[in-house]
């Protein structure tokens, strides 16, 4: 954990521009935002990815994502909307292996957003795919 970035803005001993400070989670600015306001919500407790998240850190990180997001709206920061992103694993473009939460502050034309085409498979591939999850799920809830 020595190298993880965000345990060291949690111990106090890397800068950070913090926005909340709560006994299990913080937020604090992104020093690389896509848009003004861009902020991210942490767990104080290390976990690298959501496999090892606690689910009630996972809720509270939710939580204060929803609040953070309302009061961004209710700013005076130019805001039409909010996007909500947390990345799990490099193919999903994590980069910090402490889970994190983007909070992204959203106006017309800012130029972020997903890419990527979706695609409309037919039911018999969604019930598939549906079913691959299904049993997953009852996997990993043993």
Known sequence: MSDCVFCAIVAGTAPASIVLDEPDV???????????????????????????????????????????????????LPIEGVNLFLADGVAAGQEVFHVHLHVVPRRRGDGFGLRAVPRTPNRTVLDGTAETIRAALSVGSD
């Open 26 to 76: 913080l937020a604090f600015m992104d020093i690389r935002p896509f848009t003004p306001g861009h902020l991210l919500v942490i767990p104080k407790r290390h976990a690298s990815g959501l496999a090892h998240l606690d689910p009630q850190d996972g809720a509270r990180v939710f939580d204060a994502g929803r609040r953070i997001a309302t009061a961004l709206r209710a700013s005076s």
